[in-house]
């Protein structure tokens, strides 16, 4: 008679049931049978050197792949280290499976080693979290796990395995493992409904189509491209919707930067908004207070969230598309693009110059030029930090799916996500090149996930934009304060080239504009993980920073 034990029995489920090859984790002695069940069905286990850069690197995993990322963190401080990661995923509605840790169940409230009510701490923050309390219900909870994480509005979810349940070993023939199951039913729109969407667009004079990160998990790239062919609207994709279209497409706005969405929304008639929240970033939806709003999402609460819609069609992004597009009619809007164009170029002059001028200090905007010059749109692109997410954001243009990430996360404002998601993204895809460009602050948080590069043998390009400061917060107290008072603002000068050669990478120093295109040529050379520690101007202010400063000032 065949035994296995609880923590196989994770592996046995997840890599014969669910498919997962890879998973993100740091060892600890209460998950110990859990890895052990890794190495035997051999899942790949990549270990950090910090539970917050496994959940960011699952975050990061289920955007490049399409698959739920799944991250493995052991109980107390384990946990804990996790739940900023956690709480980005939840933010960013991204499917991430955590498997956690926990104290033993016979030993509940007597003082255990790390125990704690983690199920309640993480609720919050995730759309699902419960505690195995039964060896042979293990694939029964997996199960619920993948499938709440991935159905619907996608996010987090949290699975607790006590130690006394992963150690013990039970006959196979006595555990029932659920099949996967992949639903094909889904809400649609009402016909009336799409028909008065399909109206709205075929008489829109100046429309805009703003995408954000309901499109890349849909998987509507064919649908998508059919409406915008047949549309002929001028579209920008923002957060993980980023790629389902080239930047480069000629309907894009992507190379107007965030500077084209601001001066498009207000001039537009109609305004497409697909699988996007109108939080600050967009201010609620008061962009664009006289256009009419078909929105496109599948949750029904974003419809009309914080903007009334004047058409609403709830469902899944490519589903509502392949119904919409019949209805809608073949139109030419090159002359509204061509001026749409002219009026955020009249905005970017200066950005325009600085990306084509070389200047002592080098300007980000001029860094960001260099590196796209030597990388091209055939790599992934991460941005990390608050200026330096603005010039990523700004600068960068891909032609692969989530080819530019911002993987902040427009509502928790996250720092220190760039090295994670760049790894994850060289994992999903290492035959391209991969370059995070990362602010000297956000740098500060997870560069010591080089030593996990090295180990693993990820060869990614971070580019550091030092302006010795953390920048945003810098200036912006400038502005609101004074520079004389300006306070815990300022970095000054340090060698994180130096940090990542010492932990085995490849490391350059970069203070001249003439340097940054070979070290970046030497970076790639070494085929190791690469640090360009580049001095930029610590005077320049992003329009970001400006517009931070001034949310701030309303209160």
Known sequence: MSKITGGHLVAKYMKEIENIHIVFTISGGHIENILDGFTEYKIRTIDNRHEQASAMMAHAWSIYTGEPGVCLVTAGPGFTNSLTGIANAYLDNAPLVVLCGRHPLRDDLTGALQEMNQIDMVKPITKWS???????????????????????RP??????????????????????IPKRKIHKSCTVP???????????????????????????MSCCDLSLASFMDKTGI?????????????DNH???????????????????????????RFNWVLQSGRLFPDAKLIRIDIDPSEIDRNRSSDVGLVGDVNEVLNRLNPLVEKRDHREWLKNLRNAYAAFMTTEQEQRS????????????????EVFGTDAFYVADGGDTSYYGLAGFLSSNKAGVQIPAGALLGCLGTGIPFALAAKLAHPDKPVVV???DGSFGFNSMEFDTAVRHNIP????????????????????????????????????????????????????????IIPALQRAVASGKPACINVVTDTTVTSPATVIFYQNLSDF
């Open 130 to 152: 419960a505690t195995c309390y039964d060896t042979k219900r293990i694939p029964e909870y997996l199960s619920i796990a993948f499938r709440q994480a991935t159905l619907g």
């Open 234 to 246: 001028p579209f920008a994709l923002m957060n993980n919707g980023r790629g389902a279209l080239p």
């Open 155 to 176: 996010g987090p979810v949290f699975l607790e395995l006590p130690p006394d349940i992963l150690a013990v070993a039970v006959d196979e023939k006595d555990v029932v």
């Open 460 to 515: 990614i390009i971070c580019v550091v934009n030092n302006d010795c400061a953390w920048g945003m917060i810098k200036h912006s107290q400038r502005m609101s304060i004074g520079e004389d008072r300006c306070t815990c603002a300022e970095l000054g000068m340090r060698h994180y080239e130096k940090m990542v050669e010492g932990l085995g990478g490849h490391g350059e120093l970069v203070t001249h504009d003439e340097e």
């Open 357 to 372: 001028t070389p200047s002592d200090p080098i300007h980000p905007n001029r860094l960001v030029a260099k590196i796209q």
């Open 437 to 439: 460009l990362n602010g």
């Open 250 to 276: 000629p309907l894009c706005i992507s190379d107007g930067g965030f500077t084209g969405i601001l001066t498009g929304l207000p001039q537009a008639d109609v305004v497409v908004a697909v699988g996007i």
């Open 190 to 216: 009402e016909e009336s409904e799409l028909k008065e969407a399909a109206a709205l667009i075929n008489s829109a004079k100046r429309p805009i189509f703003l995408g954000g990160s309901g499109v890349g």
